[in-house]
């Protein structure tokens, strides 16, 4: 690979655009940053990732927030919501369950803005028998 590392660093690096990314990074051989180890980025429309970083995606535990106020928690690979994860709607609702590429798949818990909580399985976004579930 012509992309060979250097030693790792950490700091603040400040992107011609405006962008932010503070914590662990290594330089390319062409002088250019990677994102790699632990950090955050920040863009300027306000945009924040933090988890872990390798070949400057997030691949491991992290959280991004969006700017409509939505959030994710849970498991990246290569940037993308991959594995159990918990998706925070602007609203406030609550889905906690299985995602891939970004997806929300399989067997999943949605609790509403009233604080109900419903059972069911999902498909690209479609509930399919989602049922209400008692806080007992």
Known sequence: ???KMTNQESGVYVF???D???GDYS????GSIMRQGIGQYTSKDGLICKGIWS???LNGIGKVTFTSGAAYEGMFVNNCMN???RYKFPDGSVY???FQDNKL???GTFTDTKGQIWHGELNNNIGNGFQFKLNM
């Open 1 to 3: 690979s012509n992309k």
């Open 16 to 18: 011609p655009n405006g």
């Open 20 to 22: 932010r990314y503070a």
């Open 27 to 30: 330089h390319r051989s062409d």
């Open 55 to 57: 070949d400057d995606k």
């Open 83 to 85: 594995g159990n994860g």
């Open 96 to 98: 906690e369950g299985y």
């Open 105 to 107: 798949l399989g067997r």
